[in-house]
């Protein structure tokens, strides 16, 4: 019913992803977007909204509550109120915003590495210092280590910022996991913004996602959760995300921290929100089935070849990649010469790794993950030979 092998020709669009490679022959599959068009329901929603024809300040409706307050309870049996909901153009912002309303000046927030880039950069903007703690390779499986995170804490430490699921090594953590998390960051007195925007892509059928704030009310009355439509229905470009923070205070600061500089959601952005979560199911259970294809084709063939190693992805459409055992300083470099652009381990605080976008046509995908073979199976030289 719905093909997501159909070619749709990103080249000549707006497209950040195609653009960066315009005019060279390059595989893109960095950014954090799909190529595939999102669900009809989507497209038909906005198309309903462009016919009206007039495009003023929009502001959700109360229909879109019901169904986003139906969605988290159906699909996470988590009941929020409509009160606790912040609209937000961007996650990226929520973050922003959570660094801003949690923290004062030199106080310090703590995340994991690697990372999605903006929780690296997210505490410095906001005038406060930031403090890592390295995920572990446990029996092929990243996991945070507990030990770690307690020794990075102290009085000063105020925001835990957590990606889960984990952006980019694709880890889906389990209640256990969380619950060891909350608990460290709640004796210190902290705050956790949990950011789950890749919550509805779930890959591994036996993983579960569970929103932070609702496995227990203590930890939500600590909590500041970030969701949105946009990786999940690739609307990214149509900026509608939303915040669930339950505690009125934290939500008023975090509101106060948005003031005068973050703008409302459009009404593009409103329309499809509201048709994805009201209508998208049966495109997303199909896009979750072809997914998990591409990541078992990219998780066979990255750990066939000499010097890359990944874990199985559970969730996300990105794989994270080991590229340290290649006798290559700049493994990125290395396989955009041979035509694939993908994201550098750097950006996410872990030079030598690099993330793969599995959310695109299998054929794209194919020829890509055969550019890499080419590459890094007959070609062992180190890079800086390659160029004297
Ligand atoms: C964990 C995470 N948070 C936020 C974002 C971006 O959110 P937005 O585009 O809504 O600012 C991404 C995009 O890749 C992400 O992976």
């Known amino acids: 019913m719905y093909n997501f092998d159909n070619h749709v020709d990103r080249k000549s669009s ?9 005019g060279q022959d390059i595989i893109p599959l960095w950014v954090a977007d799909m190529d595939f068009q999102s669900p009809p329901s989507v497209i038909e929603a906005l198309h309903q909204r462009v016919s009206h024809g007039v495009f003023g300040y929009a502001h959700p409706n109360p229909e879109l509550y019901e169904t986003l307050i139906y969605h988290l309870q159906s699909t996470y049996n988590w009941q929020i109120k409509s009160d606790w909901i912040v609209w937000l153009p961007g996650l990226v912002t929520g973050i922003n915003a959570a660094c801003r309303s949690s923290a004062s000046n030199n106080e310090a927030i703590v995340t994991t590495t690697p990372i999605y880039p903006p929780f690296l950069t997210a505490p410095r903007y906001s005038g406060q210092q930031l403090v890592t703690t390295s995920m572990k390779l446990n ?3 990243w996991q945070l280590d507990l030990d770690e995170l307690r020794s990075c804490i102290n ?3 105020k ?9 980019p090594t694709g880890r889906v953590f389990k209640k256990k996991e969380l619950l060891d998390i909350a608990e460290i960051c709640l004796k210190k007195n902290m705050l956790i ?6 919550c509805d892509l779930i890959l591994e059928p036996k993983c579960k996602h569970w929103p932070l704030a609702s496995i227990d009310p203590e930890i939500a009355d600590r909590t500041i959760t970030l ?3 946009s990786k999940t229905y690739n609307v990214a470009g149509l900026g509608c995300g939303f915040a669930v923070i339950s505690n009125d205070r934290i939500r008023r600061r975090f509101k106060n921290a948005m003031n005068g500089i973050v703008p409302d959601v459009n009404a593009m952005g409103f329309a499809a929100a509201h048709a994805a979560y009201k209508h998208g199911a049966d495109w997303l259970a199909a896009l979750l089935k072809y997914l998990r294809k591409n990541r078992d084709l990219v998780f066979e063939a990255i750990n066939n070849l000499p010097g890359l190693s990944m874990a199985q992805v559970q969730g996300t459409y990105l794989a994270w990649i080991d590229a340290l055992a290649l006798p290559h300083e700049n493994p990125h470099r290395m396989f955009e010469k041979a035509g694939v652009g993908l994201g550098n381990g750097s950006d996410f605080g872990a030079p030598g790794f690099l993330r793969l976008n599995f959310g695109c046509k299998r054929s794209l995908l194919e020829s890509a993950l055969k550019r890499m ?9 180190p890079e800086t030979l390659l160029e004297t």
């Open 14 to 22: 707006d497209s950040i992803k195609w653009h960066k490679y315009s």
């Open 139 to 141: 029996r092929n499986q």
């Open 155 to 157: 009085n000063r430490t």
């Open 159 to 167: 925001l835990f910022l957590l990606s889960n699921p984990h952006n």
């Open 193 to 198: 913004c949990s950011d789950e925007i890749h």
């Open 227 to 229: 969701m949105a439509p």
């Open 373 to 381: 073979e080419d590459a890094a199976g007959k070609d062992t030289k």
